[in-house]
T-cell receptor
Framework: ELKVEQNPLFLSMQEEKNYTIYCNYS?????LYWYRQDPGKSLESLFV???NGAVKQEGRLMASLDTKARLSTLHITAAVHDLSATYFC?????????????WGAGTKLIIKP | DGGITQSPKYLFRKEGQNVTLSCEQN?????MYWYRQDPGQGLRLIYY???????QKGDIAEGYSVSREKKESFPLTVTSAQKNPTAFYLC???????????????FGNGTRLTVT
């Protein structure tokens, strides 16, 4: 069964602390996507990781991809309250011009002052 | 600005009634998708369409139907056969060709359906 597993599923942390969300996937894809969802809202794209060793950073968030380990990480540096949200990773399942994503269950992140 | 418009934002229906959710995009994207999200869960694919007049079932298509008569529009009908239709429904799109794998899905703002 093709699957994507995120951990932790719930994370409560203090501001100014660092933490990492892990995304393990079983597909053979070399493309991995991170999205953010605020409560009651739609999904917003954060990062698209296109190859082994890819690293992307935006503000206090940094994502990386290790296709050999089938692992992506989302690292949060010096967290601030505005980063409280649910974070999803998704792995590409592709073939014959077919674009489908296998989604993780999401990591709900709460950052306390 | 280009984007995906879903309507309505909230929808309430009685059990046994069919209901249609609207999804319109002006991004000139070929591929469109419908996802369902239950509280505290990830996304599950209902249907997708790569081109006009063609669509495929996703993982949870039972109880749902779609049409793709125009490139811009991909409406989803939730039928009375869907046993547990209350959920948050998200429509998305991509350019639709292999190079689009380098791009993320573009999502609409969602429709929250409640069936009682």
């Amino acid at each position: 069964e093709l699957k994507v597993e995120q951990n932790p599923l719930f994370l409560s942390m203090q501001e100014e602390k660092n933490y990492t969300i892990y995304c393990n996937y079983s597909t053979t894809s070399d493309r991995l996507y991170w999205y953010r969802q605020d409560p009651g809202k739609s999904l917003e794209s954060l990062f698209v990781l296109l190859s082994n060793g890819a690293v992307k950073q935006e503000g206090r968030l940094m994502a990386s991809l290790d296709t050999k380990a089938r692992l992506s990480t989302l690292h949060i540096t010096a967290a601030v309250h505005d980063l409280s949200a649910t974070y999803f990773c998704a792995s590409l399942l592709a073939g014959d011009s077919n674009y489908q994503l296998i989604w993780g269950a999401g990591t709900k992140l709460i950052i306390k002052p | 600005d280009g984007g995906i418009t879903q309507s309505p934002k909230y929808l309430f229906r009685k059990e046994g009634q069919n209901v249609t959710l609207s999804c319109e995009q002006n991004l000139n994207h070929d591929a469109m998708y419908w996802y369902r999200q239950d509280p505290g869960q990830g996304l599950r694919l209902i249907y997708y369409s790569q081109i006009v007049n063609d669509f495929q079932k996703g993982d949870i298509a039972e109880g749902y139907s779609v049409s793709r008569e125009k490139k811009e529009s991909f409406p989803l009908t939730v039928t009375s056969a869907q046993k547990n239709p209350t959920a948050f429904y998200l429509c998305a799109s991509t350019p639709g060709h292999p190079s689009s794998y380098n791009s993320p899905l573009h999502f609409g703002n969602g429709t929250r359906l409640t069936v009682t």
